[in-house]
């Protein structure tokens, strides 16, 4: 979709000439639904979303356009021509009808400072303003679901709201705790019709403790993950060196390791660590000039010494004719095996189950195990089969019901969807503990009918980190209020492994990174649809050249959106399932690619906003080419009786890109950049595609090179680390670019 913008944008930028332009204070009072145009600076790029902010020197009014924004950045001069519109107490230019940039890379005006008394009123609507010396009133770290979240500042009177957009490099950071100067857009959100002022962050850079401070500008990073040790990772706006408190226990830090050098791309090992560990970690960078930023605390886990077994169930037949060597198992009654798992705790077993009945005595099992000394708890919906959850008889205080309605300070709790059991997570011995998780809840209809997929894997790390989130939710912490406090990389009998908790873990950016991650097939297995961000992600994945195949049980019939768009870019490989109830949350990436990473995305969440925002969801990421292969079978199955034709048959060719990095060194200059980098590229590479990933893995710029040597505009990327990947048919070129202004 994007490869279009630029076209369109010059031909209605040709369409507006002769447009009569008028100042935006005189757009301001025009009357609602008055098609004006205006000429400014704009104030912000996509950091904010699809909306841009513009400002000349009368006034600041906002301009929304999900599709023709998106080439818009920061400091470009504008004209656009829009409908006046009250988005909720905003002011808007909804819908656009055309837009030209006139020109780029213009400095921005300096903001105008405000109290929180004085600021947050419409007369600053849209305006770039800067309050100072004020505190945020919550503590921890900044922590968004769905498009944002709000955080009150205070200066000891009066209190304004700032709300932090997920799209920022904000989410994930710790909150300051001391003074801080914060500078943004003043937005508005009243459905009231009143009131709802907001201060709108674009980034790190808009939030400043004073002097001159590194800023940690990303979440800390785990790799090189062995019994006795880990490498973490973070990237800094500015140069610092480099320290990492940790402990296990989140409230004494009591070891620490450091590197004096000053860089903003910072890498440190932990050694001597224990295996099967939970360690809680804090970095810090001190500036030159003896500043400090801080990260938040950061959960991480060393390997454990377990087997790593993978057992993966499901209760509708599966395709073996597809399989690479390990036959994916049809078990037709998953009650039996839940049982066993049940029987042969020793010690501690904490179940987490939207629903459950005792139809087929998995609470006898549960009561069972609980007489012969095992620790047994359960968490369930408040929506949990009453005659099940009273005959549930575990001990006093060990069985609880998630809380519903209204949030303190506002907004609604979601469901507590989980489904996960963990086995024996306090035993000392590693081959004892186990997770069993997937699609399924605990009912006779669920287990037995219901499409679905089950698995159990026995690792003391993974079981460790299961009950660390059910501890937060027994504890009476549910939805919203959750913290991301659990670690997600894990190795696993030689696999690598992710673990990530909805809603604090902001799980979709994982699905769509896996999404963004295939190279050359994908299968998706959802029970609902309604995202449309997965919905674009998937087409562009199409774009370039992945064969996409893909089965929804439901969606939502009065925002069809999400499915309008796969049912045009995938056309006959999309089927919504028949019946009974299709269940599944699976994502598989690459399974005919084993060495393109394949992945297996599994759990109880699904493409819904109500999972991304509100639920409690769980999800897995496996990475391995023969887990890959086993669902993969179990996708042809169900896809070919939809009426689908498998038509990957056959290995790629693929060549991991570890192999050719070191063989094909790419050449750009300068490095360290600031605001562009030129590409030079090698003899008849010419037409291949270049990438920008940041430190995590995600992609966050890619273009087509036509020329021998390119030059790249960098506006809108933090400074940073990024690896620079430039494709070709033949060969992959590779680099490290570094940003800092």
Same mark, same amino acid.
């Given at each position: 979709?994007k490869?279009?913008?630029?076209?369109v944008?010059i031909?209605i930028?040709?369409?507006?000439?002769?447009?009569?332009?008028?100042?935006?204070?005189?757009a301001?009072?025009?009357?609602?639904?008055?098609?004006?145009?205006?000429?400014?600076?704009?104030?912000n790029?996509?950091e904010?979303?699809?909306?841009?902010y513009?400002?000349?020197?009368?006034?600041?009014?906002a301009? =929304?356009d999900?599709?023709?924004?998106?080439?818009v950045?920061?400091?470009d +001069?504008?004209e656009?021509?829009g409908?006046?519109? @009250?988005?909720?107490?905003?002011?808007?230019?909804s819908?656009?009808?055309?837009?030209?940039? /006139?020109?780029?890379?213009?400095?921005?005006?300096?903001?105008?400072?405000?109290?929180?008394?004085?600021?947050?009123?419409?007369?600053?609507?849209?305006?770039?303003?800067?309050?100072?010396?004020?505190?945020?009133t919550a503590?921890?770290?900044?922590s968004?679901?769905?498009s944002?979240?709000?955080?009150?500042?205070? #200066?000891g009177?009066s209190t304004?709201?700032?709300?932090?957009?997920?799209?920022?490099?904000?989410?994930?950071?710790?909150? &300051?705790?001391?003074?801080? @100067?914060?500078?943004?857009i003043?937005?508005?959100?009243?459905?009231?019709?009143?009131g709802?002022?907001?201060?709108?962050?674009?980034?790190?850079?808009?939030?400043s403790?004073?002097? @001159?401070?590194?800023v940690?500008?990303?979440?800390?990073?785990?790799?090189?993950?062995t019994? +006795?040790?880990?490498?973490?990772?973070?990237?800094?706006?500015?140069e610092?060196?480099t320290?990492?408190?940790?402990?296990?226990?989140?409230?004494a830090l009591?070891?620490d390791?450091?590197?004096?050098?000053l860089?903003?791309?910072h890498? !440190?090992?932990?050694?001597?660590?224990?295996?099967?560990?939970?360690?809680?970690l804090?970095?810090?960078?001190v500036?030159?000039?003896?500043?400090?930023?801080?990260s938040?605390?950061?959960?991480m886990?060393?390997?454990s010494?377990?087997?790593?077994?993978?057992r993966?169930?499901?209760?509708?037949?599966? @395709? %073996?004719?597809? +399989?690479?060597?390990?036959?994916a198992?049809?078990?037709?009654?998953f009650?039996?095996?839940?049982?066993?798992?049940?029987?042969?705790?020793?010690?501690?077993i904490?179940?987490?189950?939207?629903?459950?009945? %005792?139809?087929?005595?998995?609470?006898?099992?549960?009561?069972d195990?609980?007489l012969?000394?095992?620790?047994?708890?359960?968490?369930?919906?408040?929506g949990?089969n009453?005659?099940?959850?009273?005959?549930?008889?575990?001990?006093?205080?060990?069985?609880?019901?998630?809380p519903?309605?209204?949030?303190p300070?506002g907004?609604? =709790?979601?469901?507590?969807?989980?489904?996960?059991?963990?086995?024996?997570?306090?035993?000392? #011995? &590693?081959?004892?503990?186990?997770?069993?998780?997937?699609?399924?809840?605990?009912?006779d209809?669920?287990?037995?009918?219901?499409?679905?997929?089950?698995?159990?894997?026995?690792?003391?790390?993974?079981?460790?980190?299961f009950?660390?989130?059910?501890?937060?939710m027994?504890?009476?912490?549910?939805?919203?209020?959750?913290t991301n406090?659990?670690?997600?990389?894990? /190795?696993?009998?030689?696999?690598?492994?992710?673990l990530?908790?909805?809603?604090?873990d902001?799980?979709?950016?994982q699905?769509?990174?896996? /999404?963004?991650?295939?190279?050359?097939?994908?299968?998706?297995?959802?029970?609902?649809?309604?995202?449309?961000?997965?919905?674009?992600?998937i087409?562009?994945a199409?774009?370039?050249?992945v064969?996409?195949?893909?089965?929804?049980?439901?969606?939502?019939?009065? %925002?069809?959106?999400?499915?309008?768009i796969?049912?045009?870019?995938?056309?006959?490989?999309?089927?919504?399932?028949s019946?009974p !109830?299709f269940?599944h949350?699976?994502?598989?990436?690459d399974?005919y690619?084993p060495?393109?990473?394949?992945m297996?995305l599994?759990?109880?969440?699904?493409?819904?906003?109500s999972?991304?925002?509100?639920? #409690?969801?769980?999800?897995?990421?496996?990475?391995?080419?023969?887990i890959?292969?086993?669902?993969?079978?179990?996708?042809?199955?169900?896809?070919?009786?939809?009426?689908?034709?498998?038509?990957? #048959?056959?290995?790629?060719?693929?060549? &991991?890109?570890?192999h050719?990095?070191a063989?094909?060194?790419l050449?750009?200059?300068?490095?360290?950049?600031?605001?562009?980098?030129a /590409?030079?590229?090698?003899?008849?590479?010419e037409?291949?595609?270049?990438?920008?990933?940041?430190?995590?893995?995600?992609?966050?710029?890619?273009?087509?090179?036509?020329?021998?040597?390119?030059?790249?505009?960098?506006?809108?990327?933090?400074?940073g680390? =990024?690896?620079?990947r430039?494709?070709?048919?033949?060969?992959?070129?590779?680099?490290?670019?570094?940003?800092?202004?």
């Amino acid at each position: 979709m994007k490869k279009l913008l630029f076209p369109v944008l010059i031909a209605i930028g040709i369409h507006s000439a002769g447009a009569q332009v008028v100042s935006i204070a005189t757009a301001r009072t025009s009357p609602l639904g008055s098609t004006v145009t205006v000429r400014g600076l704009v104030l912000n790029g996509e950091e904010l979303g699809s909306i841009r902010y513009l400002q000349d020197n009368t006034g600041a009014i906002a301009a =929304y356009d999900f599709s023709l924004m998106a080439p818009v950045m920061a400091g470009d +001069s504008m004209e656009v021509t829009g409908v006046l519109y @009250n988005y909720n107490g905003l002011l808007e230019l909804s819908p656009v009808t055309s837009l030209t940039i /006139i020109n780029s890379g213009n400095p921005l005006p300096a903001p105008e400072p405000v109290t929180l008394s004085s600021g947050w009123v419409e007369g600053y609507e849209a305006r770039l303003v800067q309050v100072s010396s004020v505190e945020f009133t919550a503590t921890g770290t900044f922590s968004t679901a769905g498009s944002g979240t709000n955080y009150d500042l205070t #200066d000891g009177v009066s209190t304004g709201q700032v709300r932090v957009l997920t799209s920022t490099n904000i989410d994930g950071t710790a909150i &300051p705790e001391e003074e801080v @100067n914060v500078t943004g857009i003043m937005s508005q959100y009243a459905p009231g019709g009143t009131g709802g002022y907001q201060l709108l962050p674009r980034g790190l850079e808009d939030i400043s403790t004073g002097g @001159n401070p590194p800023v940690i500008s990303s979440v800390l990073a785990q790799s090189n993950i062995t019994t +006795s040790s880990f490498t973490v990772s973070f990237e800094t706006l500015y140069e610092g060196n480099t320290i990492i408190y940790y402990g296990t226990s989140e409230d004494a830090l009591t070891e620490d390791v450091a590197d004096a050098s000053l860089t903003v791309a910072h890498s !440190i090992d932990l050694t001597g660590l224990t295996d099967g560990t939970i360690y809680y970690l804090k970095a810090a960078s001190v500036s030159a000039t003896n500043d400090t930023s801080w990260s938040p605390l950061t959960a991480m886990a060393t390997q454990s010494n377990s087997t790593g077994e993978m057992r993966i169930w499901f209760n509708n037949p599966v @395709n %073996n004719g597809v +399989s690479t060597g390990t036959n994916a198992f049809y078990n037709p009654d998953f009650v039996d095996t839940i049982i066993w798992f049940i029987d042969h705790a020793l010690y501690s077993i904490d179940m987490a189950i939207y629903n459950i009945d %005792n139809e087929n005595n998995i609470i006898n099992a549960l009561n069972d195990a609980y007489l012969r000394g095992v620790n047994v708890r359960f968490i369930a919906d408040d929506g949990v089969n009453a005659g099940a959850y009273a005959a549930l008889n575990i001990g006093p205080g060990k069985k609880i019901k998630a809380p519903t309605g209204e949030l303190p300070g506002g907004g609604f =709790y979601g469901i507590m969807h989980n489904k996960f059991i963990v086995i024996d997570a306090v035993s000392t #011995d &590693p081959d004892e503990p186990w997770v069993i998780s997937g699609s399924t809840n605990m009912t006779d209809a669920q287990l037995k009918v219901d499409k679905q997929n089950m698995i159990a894997i026995q690792d003391q790390s993974l079981a460790k980190a299961f009950r660390a989130e059910f501890e937060e939710m027994f504890a009476g912490t549910f939805g919203p209020l959750k913290t991301n406090n659990t670690p997600h990389q894990f /190795i696993i009998g030689g696999k690598e492994v992710e673990l990530y908790f909805s809603p604090s873990d902001d799980t979709e950016s994982q699905i769509k990174r896996v /999404i963004a991650e295939s190279d050359y097939d994908m299968y998706f297995a959802v029970f609902t649809f309604t995202r449309f961000g997965i919905s674009y992600d998937i087409e562009s994945a199409i774009e370039r050249g992945v064969f996409v195949a893909g089965i929804y049980d439901e969606t939502d019939p009065s %925002n069809p959106l999400a499915i309008d768009i796969l049912e045009g870019a995938m056309s006959s490989t999309l089927f919504q399932a028949s019946g009974p !109830i299709f269940h599944h949350k699976y994502l598989i990436s690459d399974p005919y690619c084993p060495a393109s990473d394949p992945m297996v995305l599994t759990g109880s969440h699904n493409w819904s906003t109500s999972a991304q925002v509100r639920n #409690d969801e769980n999800t897995l990421i496996i990475h391995d080419s023969t887990i890959a292969n086993i669902y993969y079978q179990e996708f042809a199955q169900r896809y070919t009786d939809e009426g689908g034709t498998i038509v990957v #048959d056959g290995f790629c060719d693929f060549v &991991p890109v570890s192999h050719l990095f070191a063989e094909a060194p790419l050449q750009f200059f300068p490095n360290p950049a600031q605001q562009s980098v030129a /590409i030079e590229l090698p003899l008849g590479s010419e037409g291949g595609l270049l990438q920008l990933l940041d430190i995590s893995g995600k992609e966050v710029f890619h273009q087509r090179l036509s020329q021998p040597t390119s030059v790249i505009e960098l506006h809108g990327l933090a400074n940073g680390m =990024y690896m620079v990947r430039y494709t070709t048919p033949e060969k992959i070129y590779s680099g490290r670019l570094i940003i800092n202004r």
